[in-house]
């Protein structure tokens, strides 16, 4: 039973495409992200959703459009792809620890990442 | 700005040796640190949390320390093994984290060689 699951796992593209990426967990944690690591494998937020509500959108390109239809659910869009996407996309889910008014972020599980080769 | 730096940037050991990896952090407030394994091709996993006030945490031959005065912590591996071989990452999370940003360190790569 994988816990954060992510398809596909690897995509090779021309430049121009739209593609897209899913993600599933089943750990119930009512937030959800999607990072992209670069080939300096430093790990960046791109966007957070917290009940199906955008919570953190920081500064990417708006070809990329995240779509949360459930709280178990966060795809990723992509237009127009860039030879500069290429990068293993992680999708991550944690849950709000109870007791302490949502202050206190949970632990972070991740996919097993999406590798985007853009030609 | 919050930030999370970690060093070495990478490291190379033999087989059975220990090593200490470093984690330097000015998030603040901090709620708590956590230490993540990254092995190659997989995602990140966890193997340690602390908080504020705690000052050292193990998990099996992984053993971290916090200094929260200083703001640092780090990661101690005693005889290491093949399998540690892997990108370990420094996590911080901002108190009152309502937005869960989390703060990533960019990670030290360790190699264990027989």
């Known amino acids: 039973d994988t816990a954060v699951s992510q398809t596909p796992k690897y995509l090779v593209t021309q430049m121009g495409n739209d593609k897209s990426i899913k993600c599933e967990q089943n750990?119930?944690?009512?937030?959800m992200y999607w990072y992209k690591q670069d080939s300096k494998k430093f790990l960046k937020i791109m966007f957070s959703?917290?009940?199906?509500?955008?919570?953190i959108n920081e500064t990417v390109p708006n070809r990329f459009s995240p779509k949360s239809p459930d709280k178990a659910h966060l795809n990723l869009h992509i237009n127009s792809l860039e030879l500069g996407d290429s990068a293993v996309y992680f999708c991550?889910?944690?849950?709000?620890?109870?007791?302490?008014?949502?202050?206190?972020?949970?632990?972070?599980?991740f996919g097993e990442g999406s590798r985007l080769t853009v030609l | 700005k919050n930030q999370v730096e970690q060093s070495p940037q990478s490291l190379i050991i033999l087989e059975g040796k220990n090593c200490t990896l470093q984690?330097?952090?000015?998030?603040?407030?901090?709620?708590?640190l956590r230490w993540y394994k990254q092995d190659t091709g997989r995602g990140p996993v966890s193997l340690t949390i602390?908080?504020?006030?705690?000052n050292t945490k193990s998990n099996g031959r992984y053993t971290a320390t916090l200094d929260a005065d200083t703001k640092q912590s780090s990661l101690h591996i005693t005889a290491s093994q093949l399998s540690d071989s892997a990108s370990y990452i420094c996590?911080?999370?901002?108190?009152?984290?309502?937005?869960?940003?989390?703060?990533f360190g960019p990670g030290t790569r360790l190699s264990v060689l027989p």
């Open positions: 750990l119930g944690h009512d937030t």
């Open positions: 959703y917290n009940n199906k509500e955008l919570i």
């Open positions: 602390m908080t504020f006030s705690e």
């Open positions: 991550a889910s944690s849950q709000r620890q109870p007791g302490t008014s949502g202050r206190a972020a949970g632990e972070l599980f």
């Open positions: 984690c330097n952090y000015t998030v603040s407030p901090f709620s708590n």
């Open positions: 996590v911080v999370s901002p108190r009152d984290n309502y937005g869960q940003n989390f703060v």
